[in-house]
């Protein structure tokens, strides 16, 4: 076999050792760092589309890498790249010889001195270069060019099907996430957004009594996800498989809250024509989830809290108790200790559901959720609106939401994405309708969450100092992640004791 061939042999095979662009370009160069005086290479492509040069490979002494840097070009600068006298190979012994090689470089491999451009084509189309480079200048010779130029072919086919793979692969990665979308709406286990964050400590609650069979009472302001934990509960439990029935106890008018909740016996009353099941036997086996219980009449308490001392139902209208394996899953935004006291709510239920009571902080106390939530609504509002990609949001905005004041909770935050989904028409999202930020219920921050103390930013709407004190609290606990003691705590951070800064807390009503 001639040398040429050997050579071309040698080449061709390592190149197409490997599915990796990487691996098989660092192959390459350990054998041509032995034949040609060259310190590196790398693959170029010329993204005529976008104006740009793309490096996806680099190999060197050091090992082979897979990259995706990209280098702006003038227009002038595309016109040069397809121009057909533009050469098949070019030797560059000085980078300066060439102005969109000098352009391209001194942004991408800065010390390069001296080149050789192997051009690739496929199908008559331009797809970029194959770069050999010296650290010296005048490395090269005529006669390096000359081994090198059999070798464009294989280099194009490579690049060509390595792409074309790559290509695979984003699809691959993007039918991965659709799926995670999919499941998510479908109510999979990890649905709760801000479990590892803002919501760890509820989390670990969870995970600790969904196993067991105790009834759990969620509290929480409106909207703030007590239906989202309870369902979580409820898919963690052995009875995952079995029913999960909401009743909203708020929205039952007084007169049928029995029927519906315990079911009627045929005849009961007028129209009763047949047997009916109530919310609790549909849930049998499974669990019920009452939400909105404070809303429940002082009657329907007492029956209530004979279910759960019993484990049994009467139908309306029978005398058969009807045993029952069900969870009961409560909640409320309602204050029900308040409501003992004002006699509105039964003090024996009260100790019965209180077993293991789950509070949600609200959602301006853990702030640091916002943005994981607006990228969940995203992706779930991307189906439903059609769209190919998400829409951009510029971090001035995401700060807006991030300081905002959330009275609505995850609910209002997500009608205001849908909302600014609507409005924008693939433009990047505005959030300006809901209103400038107060000064006083969020300190400014900026968005990777540094705190910026801007005396000119104060205005003369004073605040009272325990409200400050209250915010900068809370704006710590969100830094250090909720953790009040220990190294990296809040109250380190703050230089307090973590005594006084619990009484604190408990002083300024910071849950
Ligand atoms: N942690 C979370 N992760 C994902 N979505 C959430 C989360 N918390 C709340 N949501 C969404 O916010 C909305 C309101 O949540 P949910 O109905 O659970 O609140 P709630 O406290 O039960 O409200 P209400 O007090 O009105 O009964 C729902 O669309 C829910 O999917």
Same mark, same amino acid.
């Given at each position: 076999?001639?040398?040429?061939?050997?050579?071309?042999?040698?080449?061709?095979?390592?190149?197409?050792?490997?599915?990796?662009?990487? !691996?098989?370009?660092?192959?390459?160069?350990?054998?041509?760092?032995?034949?040609? *005086? @060259?310190?590196?290479?790398?693959?170029?492509?010329?993204?005529?589309?976008?104006?740009?040069?793309?490096? &996806?490979?680099?190999?060197?002494?050091?090992?082979?890498?897979?990259?995706?840097? !990209? @280098?702006?070009?003038? +227009?002038?600068?595309?016109?040069?790249?397809?121009?057909?006298?533009?050469?098949?190979?070019?030797?560059?012994?000085? @980078?300066?010889?060439?102005?969109?090689?000098?352009?391209?470089?001194?942004?991408? =491999? *800065?010390?390069?001195?001296?080149?050789?451009?192997?051009?690739?084509?496929?199908?008559?189309?331009?797809?970029?270069?194959?770069?050999?480079?010296?650290?010296?200048?005048?490395?090269? /010779?005529?006669?390096?060019?000359?081994?090198?130029? $059999?070798?464009?072919?294989?280099?194009?086919?490579?690049?060509?099907?390595?792409?074309?793979?790559?290509? =695979?692969?984003?699809?691959?990665?993007?039918?991965?996430?659709?799926?995670?979308?999919?499941?998510?709406?479908?109510?999979?286990? #990890?649905? &709760?957004?801000?479990?590892?964050?803002?919501?760890?400590?509820?989390?670990?609650?969870?995970?600790?009594?969904?196993?067991?069979?105790?009834?759990?009472?969620?509290?929480?302001?409106?909207?703030?996800?007590?239906?989202?934990?309870?369902?979580?509960?409820?898919?963690?439990?052995?009875?995952?498989?079995?029913?999960?029935?909401?009743?909203?106890?708020?929205?039952? *008018?007084?007169?049928?809250?029995?029927?519906?909740?315990?079911?009627?016996?045929?005849?009961?009353?007028?129209?009763?024509?047949?047997?009916?099941?109530?919310?609790?036997?549909?849930?049998?086996?499974?669990? @019920?989830?009452?939400?909105?219980?404070?809303?429940?009449?002082?009657?329907?308490?007492?029956?209530?809290?004979?279910?759960?001392? $019993?484990?049994?139902?009467? /139908?309306?209208?029978?005398?058969?108790?009807?045993?029952?394996?069900?969870?009961?899953?409560?909640?409320? %935004?309602?204050?029900?200790?308040?409501?003992?006291?004002?006699?509105?709510? /039964?003090? #024996?239920?009260?100790?019965?559901? $209180?077993?293991? *009571?789950?509070?949600?902080?609200?959602?301006?106390?853990? /702030?640091?959720?916002?943005?994981?939530?607006?990228? %969940?609504?995203?992706?779930?509002?991307?189906?439903?609106?059609? =769209?190919? !990609?998400?829409?951009?949001?510029?971090?001035?905005?995401?700060?807006?939401?991030?300081?905002?004041?959330?009275?609505?909770?995850?609910?209002?935050?997500?009608?205001?994405?849908?909302?600014?989904?609507?409005?924008?028409?693939?433009?990047?999202?505005?959030? #300006?309708?809901?209103?400038?930020?107060?000064?006083?219920?969020?300190? +400014?921050?900026?968005?990777?969450?540094?705190?910026?103390?801007?005396?000119?930013?104060?205005?003369?709407?004073?605040?009272?100092?325990?409200?400050?004190?209250?915010?900068?609290?809370?704006?710590?606990?969100?830094?250090?992640?909720?953790?009040?003691?220990?190294?990296?705590?809040?109250?380190?951070?703050?230089?307090?004791?973590?005594?006084?800064?619990?009484?604190?807390?408990?002083?300024?009503?910071?849950?």
């Amino acid at each position: 076999m001639s040398n040429e061939l050997k050579f071309f042999f040698e080449v061709t095979q390592r190149l197409s050792s490997s599915l990796q662009l990487d !691996r098989s370009l660092k192959s390459c160069f350990d054998y041509l760092e032995q034949q040609l *005086p @060259i310190d590196g290479m790398y693959i170029n492509l010329f993204r005529q589309e976008s104006e740009e040069i793309q490096m &996806v490979a680099h190999a060197d002494r050091q090992g082979g890498q897979l990259l995706d840097r !990209r @280098i702006a070009l003038t +227009p002038q600068m595309c016109d040069a790249l397809n121009n057909g006298e533009r050469p098949p190979i070019l030797i560059l012994n000085y @980078i300066d010889m060439d102005s969109v090689t000098h352009h391209v470089m001194s942004q991408l =491999l *800065p010390k390069v001195k001296s080149l050789i451009l192997l051009k690739m084509h496929c199908d008559d189309f331009h797809l970029g270069v194959v770069g050999f480079y010296s650290y010296k200048e005048q490395s090269f /010779r005529a006669r390096h060019a000359d081994m090198l130029q $059999s070798l464009h072919q294989p280099f194009a086919m490579v690049t060509a099907f390595n792409l074309q793979g790559r290509n =695979l692969l984003a699809e691959k990665a993007q039918l991965e996430a659709e799926n995670r979308t999919l499941r998510r709406s479908m109510g999979s286990r #990890d649905d &709760v957004i801000g479990a590892n964050s803002g919501l760890k400590q509820v989390m670990e609650q969870v995970e600790a009594i969904a196993p067991l069979d105790s009834t759990v009472l969620i509290q929480g302001e409106t909207g703030c996800g007590k239906e989202v934990i309870a369902n979580a509960i409820h898919t963690r439990s052995a009875r995952a498989h079995k029913p999960f029935i909401k009743v909203n106890c708020g929205a039952i *008018p007084d007169t049928l809250i029995d029927s519906e909740l315990f079911g009627y016996e045929k005849g009961a009353f007028t129209g009763a024509e047949k047997r009916k099941q109530g919310y609790f036997e549909q849930a049998n086996g499974g669990t @019920i989830f009452l939400d909105e219980l404070g809303e429940l009449p002082l009657s329907a308490q007492v029956r209530l809290l004979r279910v759960l001392q $019993s484990r049994t139902i009467v /139908r309306v209208g029978g005398v058969e108790p009807v045993e029952l394996d069900i969870r009961i899953v409560a909640a409320t %935004h309602r204050d029900l200790q308040e409501m003992m006291k004002e006699g509105t709510f /039964r003090e #024996d239920l009260w100790y019965r559901l $209180s077993v293991f *009571p789950i509070a949600i902080p609200p959602l301006r106390h853990r /702030r640091q959720d916002v943005p994981l939530l607006v990228h %969940h609504l995203l992706e779930q509002f991307l189906g439903r609106f059609n =769209l190919d !990609r998400l829409p951009s949001i510029a971090p001035e905005q995401l700060a807006k939401l991030q300081n905002y004041n959330w009275p609505g909770n995850v609910r209002e935050l997500v009608n205001a994405v849908e909302r600014a989904m609507i409005q924008s028409r693939g433009a990047p999202l505005q959030f #300006d309708f809901l209103g400038p930020v107060e000064v006083a219920e969020s300190l +400014p921050m900026t968005s990777n969450q540094t705190i910026v103390i801007d005396p000119s930013r104060a205005t003369d709407q004073l605040v009272s100092l325990d409200m400050m004190t209250a915010k900068y609290i809370e704006h710590a606990l969100r830094v250090t992640g909720g953790k009040i003691h220990g190294q990296g705590g809040a109250a380190e951070k703050l230089d307090i004791h973590p005594n006084t800064l619990r009484s604190r807390m408990k002083k300024l009503g910071i849950l």
